[in-house]
């Protein structure tokens, strides 16, 4: 996930209405949009998880998750907590850690992820009710000990990494990207997408309530951001941001 200032990535932009209009059985379509795996059996798993255990409540949906939903993604480590009613898009692209809690309601959308990337949490992740966690293009990775707060958005369109002991607050968003505007190349919408490239946010950094990180940033280890800032350029290591755009206010000491 390296980045060249002078060289803005331009992923390659789904359109969704057109794939999902495109020709073709709704069984084909509906296997690469969600299962991710080819086959009738692969198909049949994914099935049986999110239709059976996915909303179950109770302890018999816990127990029947646990056994169900691991089985769909490319590895999951011991320890795994599944809530309820989760959104998995390709998870045979997602890679699971050890103690890893994802709450009820979020989403994990792994269609993006290129054959050299991955999709990634690391252990003793806490990922709290209705965050989404979507690849458009690059990679994600989560690193060990890290907690996601309820309602948070990574949209990655040119990867997105988090350190180790990251703490992200409520309604956080990192990452996404522009869409080009140049006049006389047709409607904003149709012109694509580019990216400054890979959001990168350190080891041991809070992220307050609110905090927007856009691509292309580095938020420096040890750094804290106040509530509600939007982050548009690099943050310093153990700086203290805040505002927006986000400036230093302060230094840990």
Known sequence: MTRDPETPHRPEKQYLI???????????KYKAFFVGRPGFGAFL???LA?????????AAGYALRGRLFPGL??????????????????????????RIAIDDNCTLDARGVGPDDRFEIGDDTLVARDVLLVVKSGGLRIGRNCSIGAQSTLSGTNGITLGDDVLVAGQCYIGGGRY????????????????????????????????RVLDGVRVGDGA??????????DVAPNTI?????AREI???S
């Open 73 to 98: 993604v490319a590895r999951a480590g011991r320890g795994v907590n599944f809530g309820r009613n989760l959104i998995l898009r390709c998870p045979a692209r997602i890679v699971l850690g050890d």
């Open 50 to 58: 999110v239709t059976l255990a996915g909303p179950m409540p109770g």
């Open 18 to 28: 057109a794939e999902l209009a495109a020709e073709g059985s709704g069984y084909a």
């Open 241 to 245: 941001v805040g505002g927006i755009p």
């Open 224 to 233: 804290i951001v106040g509530a509600g800032a939007v982050v548009t350029k």
């Open 45 to 47: 798993r994914y099935e």
């Open 250 to 252: 302060g230094r840990r």
């Open 180 to 211: 080009l505007t140049e006049l006389g190349r047709g409607p904003m919408v149709a012109q694509g997408l580019v990216s400054k490239g890979p959001t990168v946010i350190g080891s041991d950094v809070w992220l307050g309530a609110g905090v």
